[in-house]
């Protein structure tokens, strides 16, 4: 395990995180009223939206470093973790699999008022959990503060990027239609990217 290869998967998991069905139309959503929004407001909203979501990503993934000395995978276990995480995900497009979002804005002091910016920022998805355990993995692998921090950067910054792009640009019908499709498509590739990784581990 290599910080490079931690830090690529941080950034790969969290742009497949904004296109997840449960996300890509929260986060649509969100961008349609920024964009509608005077441009500075537009602008803040976002900054709000990546900082919570930098700070939720980096003290999550500082938690396993902190509580424990890397941790040491068996030889077989990365390949079958991988491979049941991409299954949930196939199943998922056929069954409903009642996991809620964490909404870690609700354990805060009058988090019940923040701007809407920030709560979203402050949630897990339940179909990003998959993924940000995925990174989580990997870095306590490493136990790394370091690579902790990049990676949780990482994943925040990537997945905030596209609702940053749709809302500055605006969501065209063109744009919806795209959006729809990959929220169809993504789950697929998901778990398509994951038994790639769990083979190529194996093998």
Do not use: D
């Not at 009642?98 to 339940?126: I, R, S």
């Amino acid at each position: 395990m290599t910080v490079s290869i931690v830090l690529t998967a941080a950034a790969v998991l969290g742009a497949l995180s904004f296109f997840e069905p449960c996300t890509i139309a929260t986060h649509t959503l969100f961008s349609a009223r920024s964009h509608a929004r005077r441009e500075s407001e537009c602008c803040r909203e976002l900054l709000a939206l990546w900082g919570a979501r930098s700070l939720l990503s980096v003290g999550l993934l500082f938690v396993p470093v902190a509580l424990a000395a890397p941790f040491r995978f068996g030889a077989h276990f990365p390949s079958i973790a991988l491979a049941l995480i991409a299954s949930v995900y196939l199943v998922s497009r056929l069954v409903y699999i009642p996991v809620p979002h964490l909404e870690f804005w609700k354990l805060l002091p009058g988090g019940a008022v923040y701007p809407q910016a920030v709560k979203l920022g402050l949630t897990l998805p339940a179909c990003t959990l998959p993924l940000f355990l995925i990174v989580a993995a990997l870095t306590a692998a490493l136990g790394s503060w370091f690579t902790a921090l990049g990676a949780g950067l990482l994943f925040a910054a990537l997945f905030t990027a596209p609702t940053a792009v749709t809302a500055l640009l605006g969501v065209s019908e063109s744009s919806r239609r795209f959006l729809n499709g990959a929220a169809l498509a993504t789950p697929y590739l998901t778990a398509a990217l994951l038994y790639g990784a769990a083979i190529f581990l194996l093998v």
